[in-house]
């Protein structure tokens, strides 16, 4: 047991440093050397948990789905659940080096060798599932895809995210986010159900 915690500790070391490195410089700009550096662990520690620097950073996107899972055990899922679920990974963008890294190395996958989509569309099944079960109470308007509302959802999501980091360093990701979905739901929502839901997120 002793050895396993030493080995949970030495790969959180791992993933902690590789966050700042891969936040302050990205995935090109990153080397396995500055890691090591941050990290204060042997190569051989760093080879044991990881064998490439790509594996790391595809550990590191993995982590993000962390913050649907408070949410998912909700017992009402909806379109107030996806609402909470973006403003739920914008305080963690402000808080979190290790989803700010992941987010990033999610917009970069395309300077890895082997780049997969599979991060963008997980995000958006798990929003398809909730606008599903809104769909079932009538709080979409007819017509709508579910499928289609999700991608556009997590594709504003992302924009607003990077121009809030370009323009203001984060502070006021929450503040765009409320700001997006102010603009987002009198095109999803039938105008009777409107007051229902807060952009400025429940959770």
């Given at each position: ?5 030493r ?12 966050a700042?490195?891969f936040?302050?410089h990205g995935?090109?700009g ?8 941050h ?6 520690a760093?080879?044991f948990h ?8 595809h ?6 789905f ?9 017992p ?14 914008a305080?963690r963008?402000q808080?979190d ?8 190395l999610?917009i970069?996958q395309?300077?890895f060798?082997?780049?997969?989509p ?13 606008l599903?079960?809104a769909?079932a ?5 007819d017509g709508?895809?579910a ?6 959802v997590?594709?504003?999501?992302t924009g607003?995210?990077?121009?809030s980091?370009?323009l203001?360093?984060?502070k006021?990701v929450t ?6 979905w102010?603009?987002i739901?009198?095109?999803l ?5 409107r007051?229902r839901?807060?952009?400025?997120g429940?959770a």
């Amino acid at each position: 047991m002793a050895k396993q915690e030493r080995a949970e500790r030495t790969r959180a070391a791992i993933l902690d440093a590789a966050a700042k490195v891969f936040d302050d410089h990205g995935f090109n700009g990153a080397t396995l050397s500055d890691i090591l550096l941050h990290a204060n662990v042997t190569k051989g520690a760093l080879y044991f948990h990881f064998q490439s620097k790509e594996q790391i950073a595809h550990a590191l996107i993995d982590e993000q789905f962390a913050v649907w899972q408070p949410l998912s055990d909700l017992p009402d899922i909806g379109l107030q659940t996806v609402i909470d679920l973006t403003h739920a990974m914008a305080r963690r963008l402000q808080e979190d080096v290790r989803v700010r890294a992941s987010i990033r190395l999610v917009i970069e996958q395309g300077t890895f060798a082997d780049p997969a989509p599979k991060t963008y569309l997980q995000w958006i099944n798990v929003v398809e599932s909730c606008l599903v079960k809104a769909q079932a109470k009538g709080d979409l308007i007819d017509g709508l895809d579910a499928n289609e509302v999700a991608t556009y959802v997590i594709g504003s999501f992302t924009g607003v995210q990077v121009s809030s980091e370009v323009l203001a360093q984060r502070k006021d990701v929450t503040q765009r986010v409320t700001t997006m979905w102010r603009i987002i739901l009198p095109g999803l929502v039938p105008p009777r159900r409107r007051a229902r839901f807060s952009p400025e997120g429940l959770a």
